[in-house]
């Protein structure tokens, strides 16, 4: 499998628990770049202790068939290695196919795997709207139905316009352990210039998930060091992708660590780890 984004780590679990050896390469220093390396961890080692060959910080430098057999070579820390497989899985990446829509006719010229829109789904063309994977910038069911829905308003209304609000973004990977990340990750805050504070609980330490032997990940949360508001969060681990919804709706209506730890959760549930990284910030912020 090349890449470490979510369609490659995806179909190589599934293969892998099907008793395929299989083997992912990924060009970066972890997989999932866009999530803080701290939430890859513990997928990456999961994934080893079922068997998977990962080999990450690689360059890719050639591939083909050789003897009757596929191969890939790549280099990784300086020295080159090659793979063998009966199949190779191409997960690096995709784009929308508009080269065949014309779109020079319609006055948008040449553009290159997407549609460019403006927040409002506005084209460069004032009366052209385009909304979903074709303009981007990420291809998510959910986000392509909003931007749907804020280009048939806009349309329709022109003199009260919406926006998209990317500002409460999810992302989902359903490996196991799942993955799940809402709003700014760590180091995209930080590239940011905000003031950030940050806080994680591990799964192992909770007591309903040690009953569930969810033994890998964690939960964590971002904060504007200053407000307090949350502007992040991050869980791997079981059900991330259920859970990383409490921290969304968190985010979406600017609570504030504080606001988030006094929100009363049952006991015992998965849900109430939360409490602990939001009550460590708020006290570190009182």
Same mark, same amino acid.
């Given at each position: 499998?090349?890449?470490?984004?979510?369609?490659?780590?995806?179909?190589?679990?599934?293969?892998?628990?099907?008793?395929?050896?299989?083997?992912?390469?990924?060009?970066? =220093?972890?997989?999932?770049?866009?999530?803080?390396?701290?939430?890859?961890?513990?997928?990456?080692?999961?994934? %080893?202790?079922?068997?998977?060959?990962?080999?990450?910080?690689?360059?890719? #430098?050639?591939?083909?068939?050789?003897?009757? %057999?596929?191969?890939?070579?790549?280099?990784?820390?300086?020295? =080159?290695?090659?793979?063998?497989?009966?199949?190779?899985?191409?997960?690096?990446?995709?784009?929308?196919?508009?080269?065949?829509?014309?779109?020079?006719?319609?006055?948008?010229?040449?553009?290159?795997? %997407?549609?460019?829109?403006?927040?409002?789904?506005?084209?460069?063309? =004032?009366?052209?709207?385009?909304?979903? /994977?074709?303009?981007? =910038?990420?291809?998510?069911?959910? @986000?392509?139905?909003?931007?749907?829905?804020?280009?048939?308003?806009?349309?329709?209304?022109?003199?009260?316009?919406?926006?998209?609000? *990317?500002?409460?973004?999810?992302?989902?990977?359903?490996?196991?352990?799942?993955?799940?990340?809402?709003?700014?990750?760590?180091?995209?805050?930080?590239?940011?210039?905000?003031?950030?504070?940050?806080? /994680? *609980?591990?799964?192992?330490?909770?007591?309903?998930? #040690?009953?569930?032997?969810?033994?890998?990940?964690?939960?964590?949360?971002?904060? /504007?060091? /200053?407000?307090?508001? @949350?502007?992040?969060?991050?869980?791997?681990?079981?059900?991330?992708?259920? @859970?990383?919804?409490?921290?969304?709706?968190?985010?979406?209506?600017? #609570?504030?660590?504080?606001?988030?730890?006094?929100?009363?959760?049952?006991?015992?549930?998965?849900?109430?780890?939360?409490? *602990?990284?939001?009550?460590?910030?708020?006290?570190?912020?009182?």
């Amino acid at each position: 499998m090349l890449g470490g984004g979510p369609v490659a780590l995806e179909l190589a679990q599934f293969f892998l628990r099907f008793g395929v050896r299989t083997t992912l390469i990924q060009r970066g =220093p972890h997989v999932l770049k866009s999530f803080d390396e701290d939430m890859v961890h513990p997928l990456e080692t999961a994934l %080893r202790e079922e068997g998977m060959q990962l080999f990450t910080h690689t360059r890719l #430098m050639d591939a083909g068939i050789k003897g009757g %057999r596929k191969f890939v070579t790549f280099e990784q820390h300086g020295k =080159p290695q090659t793979v063998f497989a009966e199949a190779i899985l191409h997960g690096l990446g995709r784009q929308a196919h508009v080269a065949g829509l014309d779109l020079h006719k319609a006055g948008l010229g040449n553009e290159v795997g %997407r549609i460019q829109a403006d927040l409002t789904m506005r084209t460069k063309v =004032p009366h052209i709207f385009a909304a979903g /994977d074709c303009t981007g =910038p990420h291809e998510i069911v959910h @986000l392509a139905i909003q931007q749907g829905e804020t280009a048939a308003h806009n349309m329709l209304h022109p003199q009260s316009m919406k926006a998209m609000d *990317y500002r409460v973004l999810v992302s989902v990977i359903f490996t196991d352990p799942q993955v799940a990340m809402v709003g700014l990750s760590e180091k995209d805050a930080k590239a940011a210039g905000l003031r950030v504070i940050c806080s /994680d *609980y591990p799964f192992n330490d909770h007591g309903k998930s #040690m009953i569930m032997e969810a033994m890998h990940g964690k939960v964590k949360l971002i904060a /504007d060091a /200053d407000s307090g508001e @949350l502007v992040g969060a991050a869980c791997t681990g079981p059900i991330a992708g259920e @859970l990383i919804h409490e921290a969304t709706v968190a985010i979406h209506q600017r #609570m504030t660590a504080k606001e988030f730890a006094s929100v009363p959760h049952y006991h015992p549930t998965l849900a109430e780890i939360w409490t *602990y990284p939001a009550e460590e910030i708020a006290e570190a912020l009182a």
